[in-house]
């Protein structure tokens, strides 16, 4: 009772606009602390002791304008990522804070010789959005492959594309790559607003513009229509999951890295629980609807989106597939090991992929120091994810 009574006045807090009220209320109900009556900060009668945080190393509620900068690593010495990136409420929603340094980025990290990384925006009634299109120095007007790939809170197109290293690897083979950007008006943390009722429907919010920037791309380029992916980290892989519930016939496959179910949270309280500990059994399934390919990576040791998130993303599908189950576990040299589940469907398809990548937290797994978010110890999510995304087209289906 009384946590149902916390979520009430939650809520209440935020539709008033007290949202770091509100986010203290909720942060200390999921870490199980108790309210007292200590001389302290009131909301509506509950007590909240001690100054408003959001996470247990007492980091200030303001947002910074922008992430920090710093200088670059020096050559044979690694980044250090930490395991826990925190979390906590903008004035528009959700963002993770970025903890990482970051420095600029050399254009060789992003753009193999001979290609192309241009600047281009899409509008429409739901809004505007930039985005970078990289274009691999192969195209010569025949249809290919096009992979969308929506980064996480805090970050860039181009700290997504150096992390990732997803252009090098389409230059391999021959695709196109786009990366919308979120800008902070939109979410103060530039984060996808992936918990939000209206940006979880076809036709409406932001699920309209990722997917209208889509289209865009397919009617200016030539692009194999069969051969569309969307991808994305956190933030932006609950994003690619959102995309790939609405719009089935647009994407032949997704992939989810350290995100969330599509439906997993319809609001702010819900999107903390979430995070936190999963979201309920049967949110975001929709009989109706076909299951869309999806390839999974989540690191076990992830406090910022429990990996609760992922497996629930695999019993989903277990539920609506009845498929076949096979198991294999490895481990990279000097890295990560892993447990790769792989379902296939009645005709020997591989439908869903979920990786859980042991002992890492909340990062790009493989990536590359030059981005932020990653894990450089593997295995290699992106070259993973694109193998997935290339073995399927929508005339399978």
Known sequence: MLNQHIIREATRLT?????????????????????TDAPSRTSGGIALAGPLIIDAKANSMEEPESPPQSEAAPAGRPHKYPDLPKYKI?????????????????????????????????SSAAGSRTYRLFIPSRYREQPLPLVVMLHGCTQSPDDFAAGTRMNLLAEEHNCFVAYPAQPSHANH????????????????????????????????????????????????????????????????????????????????SSAL??????????????????????????????????????????????ERLSPQKKVHRGQVPGGHAYTTTILTDAQGRDM??????????????????????????????????????????????
């Open 90 to 122: 903008g004035r528009r929603g959700i963002a993770w804070r970025d903890a990482l340094k970051r420095a600029p980025l050399p254009e060789p990290d992003i753009v193999p010789e001979g290609a192309r990384f241009i600047e281009a925006t899409y």
């Open 273 to 318: 629980v979430a995070m936190r500990q999963g979201g309920s059994d049967r949110a975001g399934v929709s009989d109706d609807l076909s299951l869309v390919p999806t390839i999974v990576f989540h690191g076990d040791r992830d406090n910022t989106v429990h990996s609760n998130n992922g497996d629930q993303i695999l019993e989903q599908a277990m």
């Open 189 to 268: 943390a530039k984060c996808w607003n992936w918990f939000r009722k209206v940006d979880q429907q076809r036709g409406r919010g932001e699920p309209s513009l990722i997917a209208g920037m889509t289209r865009q791309i397919m009617d200016q380029y030539s692009i194999d229509r069969k051969r569309v992916y969307v991808g994305g980290l956190s933030a932006g892989g609950a994003a690619a999951a959102v995309m790939g519930a609405t719009y089935s016939d647009l994407y032949a496959a997704i992939g989810i890295h350290s995100g969330l179910a599509c439906g997993v949270a319809t609001d702010l």
């Open 352 to 397: 869903l992929e979920h990786w859980n990548v042991h002992g890492a937290g909340h990062a790009w797994s493989g990536g590359s120091p030059a981005g932020s978010y990653t894990d450089p110890r593997g295995p290699d999510a992106t070259r993973e994810m694109l193998r997935f995304f290339l073995q399927h087209s929508l005339s399978n289906d």
């Open 15 to 35: 539709r008033s606009g007290q949202l770091a009220e509100a986010t203290a209320l909720l942060q200390r109900m999921l870490h199980g602390e108790r309210f």
